[in-house]
């Protein structure tokens, strides 16, 4: 069976394109795009399906995520 890879989208400012990360399951792409997102969506896909689109909301320690 082969196994499924996942990969976090993440806009550049300013050139359209985006910086794709890989992991190797969803709860490590949830881990990445919150390492690496820096307050932007993040964009969640398994092989060429999106499965998730990552938002952080509040400031400083009541900051949250929201999963669309």
Known sequence: MARSSFSIHLP???SG?????QAPSFHMA????DINSAGRPA???Q????????RR?????????ELA
Do not use: S, Y
């Open 57 to 65: 909301h509040g400031k400083g320690r009541a900051t949250f995520w």
């Open 12 to 14: 550049v400012a300013g």
């Open 47 to 54: 092989d060429d399906r999106k499965v998730a689109i990552v």
């Open 43 to 45: 964009e969640i896909r």
């Open 17 to 21: 394109d985006d910086l794709v990360l």
């Open 30 to 33: 949830l881990v990445v795009a």
